[in-house]
């Protein structure tokens, strides 16, 4: 059996909130357990809008914006 896992809301290995790597290899006994033979990594990606919990040190905290987002230069 395939297993296709979502990174980011799968298992938080950090304690940040959000799905990583790190949560998915803790997890991996339990799946294999299941009888999954394979996991399927459904692609992910940097995100590039802006969270509230993201601070830039130039820019101060950003907020979530509408798109499209644009980013400030300086």
């Given at each position: 059996m395939?297993?296709?896992?979502?990174?980011?809301?799968?298992?938080?290995?950090?304690?940040?909130?959000?799905?990583?790597?790190?949560?998915?290899?803790?997890?991996?006994?339990?799946l294999?357990?299941?009888?999954?033979?394979a996991?399927w990594?459904?692609?992910?990606?940097?995100?590039?809008?802006?969270?509230?919990?993201?601070?830039?040190?130039?820019?101060?905290?950003?907020t979530p914006?509408?798109a499209?987002?644009?980013?400030?230069?300086?």
């Amino acid at each position: 059996m395939i297993y296709q896992v979502y990174p980011r809301s799968f298992a938080d290995g950090n304690g940040d909130g959000m799905g990583d790597l790190e949560g998915i290899r803790t997890r991996l006994p339990y799946l294999r357990d299941l009888g999954v033979d394979a996991v399927w990594l459904s692609p992910f990606y940097a995100s590039r809008r802006p969270t509230p919990a993201t601070t830039s040190p130039t820019t101060g905290p950003s907020t979530p914006c509408s798109a499209p987002c644009s980013t400030p230069t300086h």
